[in-house]
């Protein structure tokens, strides 16, 4: 299996301008997972679906970020419009509920540099 | 309610001396406990896991952690550290809530020549 796939690996954008995170999950997954990482706050849980299904959004810092999970191949993380704050690496999870144990597989990440 | 504390942000040791990472959790169902290790520009990748089978679990790179419910504790040891040990890691418990998992704020280790 090729694990899960993020991308871009990198992103660059200037404050103000929209910003989308692409992620595809481990085949056979059910849940997917979006997390942030910062030196200053570690790493955040931002949101997670379960069969294509928000559960949990508590973790979105506020209405400038959202996420979908049009199928259960793809997920997308956005910020519209993006702050210098916004700057981290995101990360994409996902795992299965037939393992039971509920390991997750992470992504590579994407680090996003707001300027 | 789940909760994990990672005693120490850093950890500094020789190369060749033994590893001790701690990790302590809180937890109000039976728990899943993990072990993550973030190398350098790259994600989280798990070390190792325990499922309620034997209290000591052995993992990856001659890492392995021991389950003590009396402690609420699973610590992640190695007798030897290598150069490449040189990462962050996690310590996770899984949640009440089906497929969440908590995690802990990370340990810095570095090894020194």
């Known amino acids: 299996d090729a694990g899960v796939i993020q991308s871009p690996r990198h992103e660059v954008t200037e404050m103000g301008q929209e910003v989308t995170l692409r992620c595809k999950p481990i085949s056979g997954h059910d849940y997917l997972f979006w997390y942030r990482q910062t030196m200053m706050r570690g790493l955040e849980l931002l949101i997670y679906?379960?069969?294509?299904?928000?559960?949990?959004d508590s973790g979105m810092p506020e209405d400038r970020f959202s996420a979908k999970m049009p199928n259960a191949s793809f997920s997308t993380l956005k910020i519209q419009p993006s702050e210098p704050r916004d700057s981290a690496v995101y990360f994409c999870?996902?795992?299965?509920?037939?393992?039971?144990?509920?390991?997750?597989?992470f992504g590579p990440g994407t680090r996003l540099t707001v300027l | 309610a789940q909760s994990v504390t990672q005693l120490g942000s850093h950890v500094s040791v020789s190369e060749g001396a033994l590893v001790l990472l701690r990790c302590n959790y809180s937890?109000?169902?039976?728990?899943?406990l993990f072990w993550y290790v973030q190398y350098p520009n790259q994600g989280l990748q798990l070390l190792l896991k325990?499922?309620?089978?034997?209290?000591l679990v052995k993992g990856i790179n001659g890492f392995e952690a021991e389950f003590k419910k009396s402690e609420t504790s699973f610590h992640l040891t190695k007798p030897s550290a290598h150069m490449s040990d040189a990462a962050e890691y996690f310590c996770?418990?899984?949640?009440?809530?089906?497929?969440?998992?908590?995690f802990g704020r990370g340990t810095q280790l570095t090894v020194w020549p």
């Open positions: 325990y499922t309620s089978a034997a209290t």
């Open positions: 937890s109000s169902v039976p728990p899943y």
């Open positions: 996770a418990v899984r949640g009440s809530t089906l497929g969440r998992l908590y």
């Open positions: 999870a996902s795992s299965q509920t037939s393992g039971r144990t509920h390991e997750q597989f």
């Open positions: 679906f379960n069969n294509n299904v928000p559960i949990d």
